[in-house]
């Protein structure tokens, strides 16, 4: 089964909300396809070495905790802790990929950034998506195969010291194997997101962040 035959119809939604937080939830890909996506993005995919895979955090110069590769329309690069990693252009696979999420939410993304996590070491601290060329009135459809991890969103309330701190609880998921996560407007703004270490995960996972940039950041 191939993703273009996936019939957006039948997609079961999880509507997940908390204060400024409104996520949806599904296994868009049943696990034969999610196998088959899996084992392409494997052999097709070369992640950034060198200096596009280096993040500078309080004024050093680390390697990201985990391999990276962005692909898009031209014009477009993302920027992350000192970085700035140009798009590559779409492959096959991942057109594919990116026009079946365009059906199923109505939305035209043009970026997607893959994180490959090389077992539960790896990982992504907290942060948000909010770039100010990304077009703040779009979803991000975070597409996540292999290794099932766990997700943590903190309202930025509860990250503040002092006596502004407010008591807002985490919110945690379980992202599958197949699963695809909306993260809808206005959650970026108001939560941070991470994927923390986790010592019993061995296998890999790579996550697909699409998202959909302003017009005047692509090239004409
Ligand atoms: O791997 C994940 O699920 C998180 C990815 C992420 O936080 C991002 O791409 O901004």
């Known amino acids: 089964m191939d993703v273009a035959k996936i019939d957006c119809e039948r ?26 996506v899996l084992r392409q993005l494997e052999e097709t995919l070369e992640y950034f ?10 004024g050093r110069w680390h390697p990201i905790p985990r391999q990276q590769v962005a692909h898009g329309e031209p014009g477009i690069s993302y920027k992350f802790s000192g970085t700035t990693v140009p798009a590559l252009p779409w492959t096959e696979l991942l057109s594919e990929i990116r026009d079946k999420l365009n059906e199923l939410t109505g939305h035209r993304f043009d970026f997607v950034l893959i994180n490959r996590y090389r077992n539960g070491n790896d990982h992504m601290g907290e942060h948000r998506d909010d770039e100010s060329e990304l077009d703040s009135s779009a ?5 996540s195969l292999g290794q099932r991890r766990t997700f943590v969103l903190k309202h930025k309330d509860a990250r503040k010291p ?3 701190k407010r008591n807002v609880p985490p919110v945690k998921l379980e992202l599958e194997h197949g699963s695809l996560l909306m993260m809808n407007p206005p959650t ?11 010592k ?14 302003n017009a005047n950041v692509l090239k004409k």
């Open 188 to 198: 970026n703004k108001i939560w941070y997101h991470s994927l923390p270490k986790k």
């Open 162 to 164: 002092g006596p502004d």
């Open 200 to 213: 019993s995960a061995i296998g890999v996972r790579i996550n697909m962040t699409f998202r959909k940039y």
């Open 139 to 143: 979803p991000i459809a975070s597409l």
């Open 49 to 58: 070495t060198g200096d596009l895979a280096k993040v500078k955090v309080f």
């Open 11 to 36: 997609v079961k939604w999880r509507k997940i909300t908390a204060e400024g937080l409104n996520l949806d939830y599904t296994i868009l890909l049943p696990k034969v396809c999610a196998d088959q």
